[in-house]
């Protein structure tokens, strides 16, 4: 089992600024893929950003060269700074792990909301 706790999420106006974090525990050993997905009111899930254990990254078209996705592994963490934030970027934003074994298993934490004003 994985656990995953996202922190930083909150209100911030268009054009600022906010840097999300996940703290992962449990058997993080198994996961290959670690990333941020976002879902907004009425709307699907969605990719924001991935990054592999290689730290090969994978970005949204609608985020890239606006978002950065990090990882620290000594500490367990995922972080996704997000810069010239716009308010369709307004989402519950969670954090992800993924295994790769028979098949894709995913791990997922409870979210965080970001609202973006205008």
């Known amino acids: 089992q994985v656990q995953l706790v996202e922190s930083g999420g909150g209100l911030v106006q268009a054009g600022g600024s906010l840097r999300l974090s996940c703290a992962a525990s449990?058997?993080?050993?198994?996961?290959?893929?670690m990333g941020w997905y976002r879902q907004a009111a009425g709307k699907q899930r969605e990719l924001v950003a991935t990054?592999?254990?290689?730290?090969?990254?994978n970005y949204a078209g609608s985020v890239k060269g606006r978002f950065t996705i990090s990882r620290d592994n000594a500490k367990n963490m995922v972080y996704l700074q997000m810069n010239s934030l716009k308010p369709e970027d307004t989402a519950v934003y969670y954090c992800?792990?993924?295994?790769?074994?028979?098949?894709?298993?995913?791990?997922w934490g409870q979210g965080t909301q970001v609202t973006v004003s205008s």
């Open positions: 449990g058997n993080i050993r198994s996961i290959q893929t």
């Open positions: 992800n792990a993924a295994k790769f074994s028979v098949a894709r298993y995913d791990y």
């Open positions: 990054i592999t254990n290689g730290d090969v990254t």
